[in-house]
């Protein structure tokens, strides 16, 4: 290729194409120091390059055999989700090569075009992946600052960059508040699904009956006041990613046919008898300990490891207060936007009071503190009277909904996360005592320590 566009580090470039001397012709056009180019001329050598690492881009011609088909294509993005694939088709082949594009190749151009046209093709590849690197480098940035650089967060913005471009199933543990749709939709904006919906629904926020309709559709006349068809949130979903937020709440039925999904990539709306293919990517989330729902028969055992292909915990905030300076000013930026308001920061006892804080209610919480404070902010900075009052009592973890004359219940995960956070304290970590006070084994103290991220405090033995 003439002109020097840039090329993804580490690019590499695979020619399969029975046409040895077209193969040869079109390296020489996009030959340069930084592409690594192989060439390939048989099935058997195409497998073998693609097995043995990652392309940044394939030249397919689909007569390399006659098993160069469409399924070829769909098991090239299974491996390698960034692979761009351009693909060379005989005239007789272009729907062929038209399903192939429906399958996520990049381009296609019929077999007869000069190798300079497809030197082209093979620029505007690099070019669609260069400029993909540069996003995915971005979003990952502005996520680490977002969610902070603490251990436990390396790991989990490790695991997100790692599962991001795949479409495993992922699922998302933590306690409420923490962020698990950002996390979600952070792992769809970065994947080759990007450009596809990315739909959300809360499982506990709807009977079963009403989730069954939101999630599959319905046709006309399936039960009362189903006057007309409706789309399905699968079905929205279709070539994106849906997002079940509090899967743990979801009752057996369903749970039964979100399973036929993740196995079939079928769906069947309420009263319709015929099935319906959908091609979804699913990310779940719950605050529940599921393996216990699993052993209590409140959760499908085969479901729950259809989602827990990639497991996912989000630390709360209290442990990665790293991450509060970042998230205060992008939320001073949203409330300033959605009040119409010109706050420019926190002043120095507002922002003691707020790094003071142990937020039970996590970046949920923080929000609703940070758009209560620009709301109340008469000046340009937010001030400790701008914060909400039981803030301003000298208190650290929230009496907060009861002091606003609300009467709240603590989940009995909240409760039992604090009890067993209490003994250990008063034990000074000893978990082999504080098993034995709080009468469970030792293997569930463990357990449970691991679910509500829980660490021992400084100096705690681990026996006694």
Same mark, same amino acid.
């Given at each position: ?24 012709? $079109?390296?020489?056009?996009?030959e340069r120091p930084e592409l690594a180019i192989e060439r390939c001329h048989d099935m058997a050598g195409l497998l073998r390059a693609v097995s043995r690492r990652e392309m940044t881009v394939i030249v397919l011609d689909l007569t390399l055999s006659k098993e160069a088909d469409i399924n070829l294509v ?140 939101? $999630? ?21 979903a279709d070539g994106g990613t849906l997002f079940l937020d509090e899967v743990g709440d979801m009752e057996p039925i369903t749970q039964a046919k979100v399973l036929r999904v993740l196995q079939n990539g079928e769906i069947r709306p309420v009263g319709d008898p015929v099935t319906r293919k959908v091609n ?16 209590? $028969? ?50 120095t006892t507002a922002a003691r009071y707020l790094q003071q804080y142990e937020y039970p209610g996590n970046v949920r919480e923080l929000e609703s503190i940070m758009a209560h404070a620009v709301i109340m902010a008469d000046g340009e900075w937010i001030t400790s009277i701008d914060l909400p009052e039981y ?74």
């Open positions: 290729m003439r002109n020097k566009n840039v090329v993804p580090t580490g690019a590499r470039l695979l020619i399969a194409s029975p046409d040895i001397e077209f193969g040869m012709t $079109l390296e020489r056009f996009v769909s098991f090239v993005q299974q491996r390698n989700p960034s692979t761009r694939m351009v693909l060379l088709f005989e005239m007789e082949d272009l729907e062929k090569a038209l399903e192939g594009i429906r399958h996520g190749a990049f381009f296609y151009l019929p077999r007869s075009s000069p190798p300079s046209d497809v030197a082209l093709a093979v620029q505007k590849a690099l070019d669609n992946r260069q400029a993909e690197l540069h996003l995915d480098d971005y979003e990952q940035s502005v996520f680490e600052e977002l969610v902070g650089r603490t251990d436990a967060m390396r790991r989990v913005v490790e695991l997100i960059r790692k599962v991001a471009p795949t479409d495993s199933t992922v699922l998302l543990l933590g306690e409420s508040g923490t962020g698990k749709e950002v996390v979600a939709q952070t792992l769809h904006r970065l994947s080759p699904r990007r450009d596809k919906a990315f739909v959300a629904v809360n499982c506990a926020a709807l009977t079963q009956t009403l989730l069954e309709s939101e $999630l599959f559709g319905h046709v006309r006349g399936a039960f009362t006041g189903a006057d007309t068809d409706k789309m399905g949130l699968f079905e929205a979804v990517r699913v990310i779940a989330a719950t605050n529940r300990d599921l393996l216990e729902a699993v052993q209590s $028969l409140a959760f499908r055992e085969d479901l729950y490891y259809r989602l827990n292909v990639i497991q996912i915990r989000i630390p709360p905030l209290r442990e990665r207060m790293d991450a509060l300076p970042a998230l205060v000013n992008h939320f001073l930026a949203l409330y300033n936007g959605r009040h119409n308001k010109n706050v420019r920061g926190v002043d803030m301003r009592q000298g208190i650290t973890a929230r009496p907060a909904l009861a002091y606003q004359k609300r009467e709240t219940l603590l989940s009995l995960a909240e409760m039992e996360e604090q009890h067993i956070r209490h003994a250990l304290e008063v034990l000074k970590g000893n978990q082999s005592q504080a098993a034995r006070k709080l009468g469970i084994s030792r293997s569930t103290l463990w357990r449970k320590m691991r679910e509500y991220n829980i660490e021992p405090p400084s100096g705690g033995m681990e026996d006694a």
